[in-house]
């Protein structure tokens, strides 16, 4: 059976990838940034999956105000790069995993999670810089990357957007659906977004690096009191694009720790933290990152 062997959690930032996609990793501005991937670089090296299920925001690229799903599962081959006004990022395509994706969708579905399912769409800085923050830069002309990826877009653009609780609640249903999956592959699911920024309106600038760090204590050692935290403390607390951090709650509730004690034989023990980091500023952006492995 598949197993979700750990979690990563990162933020995105379109500059970012330009910073990367320009050559200017190690321009004084953006050097401290990247010096806190390259252990996690190497960790992925160590660790590379055989899937990774990748919560993350689309833009108002993929989708619009014209549709607007709360939970999207990417069951498509293939995703390109989107044109975010400046044409598309110079990275590969992503690779997606059909047959995972597919038993993702029956099995999440009928633990009641009504998904939207998507076969064809392109994919935002959302996923493709936490893709370039793991993974680094790709050989021009590379297929793919390095890893099959499923995609799960979270609408967390325009209100009404999903509870943190029904956040770590998917996630404990993400793992179900994965350890049922008949092929001994090893999954990651990674939650992205956040930490706090606010990109308009008279707070534009915001960050909050004591509550930031708070979070994240909590995300590791509480959080299932974590996700009853209410939408309004993240946009006070974490301005108005720091409500992408429920994100991480999905890949939170697929840890081992928070699995049904009746699903696993095994003692749950919470996950091993590998690494985190914390820098600010990105841009606009307070710049978070963790990763779990399950014991
Ligand atoms: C920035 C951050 C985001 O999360 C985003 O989606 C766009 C821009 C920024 O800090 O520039
Ligand atoms: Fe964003």
């Not at 004084?28 to 990247?34: D, E, I, N, R, V």
């Not at 967390?156 to 659906?177: D, H």
């Not at 993240?234 to 004690?261: C, F, H, K, N, Q």
């Not at 919470?270 to 990152?289: E, K, L, Q």
Request: hydrophobic residues 45%; charged residues 20%.
């Amino acid at each position: 059976h598949a197993r979700i062997t750990a979690s990563v959690y990162t933020s995105h930032v379109p500059a970012i990838g330009v910073a990367m996609d320009q050559g200017r990793t190690q321009d004084p501005y953006w050097q401290p940034l990247f010096a806190g991937y390259e252990a996690s670089r190497r960790w992925m090296a160590e660790h590379r999956p055989d899937a990774i299920v990748l919560v993350y925001n689309d833009h108002a690229n993929a989708f619009s105000l014209d549709m607007i799903p709360t939970f999207a599962l990417g069951t498509a081959e293939r995703y390109d790069p989107a044109d975010e006004g400046w044409g598309p990022r110079a990275v590969p395509p992503v690779l997606g995993h059909g047959e995972l994706a597919a038993h993702l969708a029956q099995s999440v579905i009928q633990q009641d999670f009504d998904l939207t399912l998507v076969n064809r769409m392109t994919v935002d800085h959302g996923l493709t810089v936490p893709l370039s923050l793991m993974f680094g830069e790709q050989p021009a002309g590379a297929p793919h990357w390095p890893v099959p990826v499923i995609p799960l877009a979270v609408n967390v653009v325009q209100y009404p957007v999903p509870s943190g609780r029904r956040c770590l609640q998917l996630g404990q249903a993400i793992r179900r659906a994965v350890e049922s999956f008949d092929a001994p592959l090893k999954v990651q699911v990674w939650g992205t977004g956040g930490m706090s920024h606010q990109l308009q309106g008279p707070r534009a600038g915001l960050i909050n690096h004591a509550w930031d760090q708070a979070w994240m204590d909590r995300l590791i050692a509480d959080p299932r009191g974590l996700s009853e935290m209410p939408h309004l403390e993240y946009v006070r607390e974490a301005g108005s694009e720091g409500i992408e951090l429920v994100m991480w709650l999905i890949a939170r509730g697929a840890m081992s720790d928070l699995a049904d004690p009746a699903d696993v034989d095994v003692p749950l023990r919470a996950p091993r933290v590998a690494h985190r980091f914390y820098h600010v500023p990105a841009s606009n952006t307070a710049v978070g990152h963790l990763i779990l492995e399950n014991p």
